[in-house]
């Protein structure tokens, strides 16, 4: 059963470093996400991105934040300088062309030091 | 902003009796609704969704409700297993491209063999 993909399952990086995330979506889908839970909060959304550019963000999604579909198969969120609030568990997901179910990776746990 | 509410973050049940997981929602705007599980240090795993112009939407063990007057959705698991013992996450939708979830903040629920 196709899957969706995310490397590396874990990071840890120090404050102010940059780190990108990688997801590999479901082949035929079209819109793909990021959500990300903070330990014991609420899964919460980032962005929507459809037809190589973004769809919808979420306040929390600012300057520091950027995604990209950098060929065919893989999404990327990069943060440009993380600081220690970004430490959370970050899940891509996809969804087809009717873009209601979203099918989730198995997420990216980032530690800032 | 609390869109989406799961009010019991835990629920035990006996082996081989039913599982009722409650979720209440604001926005009325909402049309399409889903349920996820999640197991520790996984993505959240689709299981079953519903249309607002549904009222009931069956699939094996899982069925889910919606009352779309009172403004809420039941999952029903028949019969618990205990590898069901999981969070279960409601959520929900605007339907669109590339739309968010919103999400409820999890019901543990545990099946006791």
């Known amino acids: 059963e196709p899957e969706v993909t995310q490397t590396p399952s874990h990071q840890v990086t120090q404050m102010g470093q940059e780190v990108i995330l990688r997801c590999v979506p479901i082949?035929?889908?079209?819109?793909f996400y990021w959500y990300r839970q903070i330990l014991g909060q609420k899964v919460e959304f980032l962005v929507s991105?459809?037809?190589?550019?973004?769809?919808?963000k979420s306040e929390i999604f600012d300057d520091q934040f950027s995604v990209e579909r950098p060929d065919g198969s893989n999404f990327t969120l990069k943060i440009r300088s993380t600081k220690l609030e970004d430490s959370a568990m970050y899940f891509c997901?996809?969804?087809?062309?009717?873009?209601?179910?979203?099918?989730f990776g198995p997420g990216t746990r980032l530690l800032v030091l | 902003d609390q869109q989406v509410k799961q009010n019991s973050p835990s629920l035990s049940v006996q082996e081989g009796r039913i599982s009722i997981l409650n979720c209440d929602y604001t926005?009325?705007?909402?049309?399409?609704f889903l349920w996820y599980k999640k197991y520790p240090a996984e993505g959240p795993t689709f299981l079953i969704s519903?249309?607002?112009?549904?009222d009931k939407n069956e699939d094996g063990r899982f069925t889910v409700f919606l009352n779309k007057s009172a403004k809420h959705l039941s999952l029903h698991i028949v019969p618990s297993q205990p590898g069901d013992s999981a969070v279960y996450f409601c959520?929900?939708?605007?339907?669109?491209?590339?739309?968010?979830?919103?999400f409820g903040s999890g019901t543990q629920l545990t099946v006791l063999p």
């Open positions: 997901a996809s969804s087809d062309s009717r873009g209601r179910t979203q099918y």
């Open positions: 082949s035929n889908h079209l819109y």
């Open positions: 991105f459809y037809n190589n550019e973004i769809s919808e």
């Open positions: 926005n009325s705007m909402f049309d399409y």
């Open positions: 519903i249309s607002s112009i549904k």
């Open positions: 959520a929900a939708i605007i339907s669109g491209s590339a739309r968010q979830l919103t």
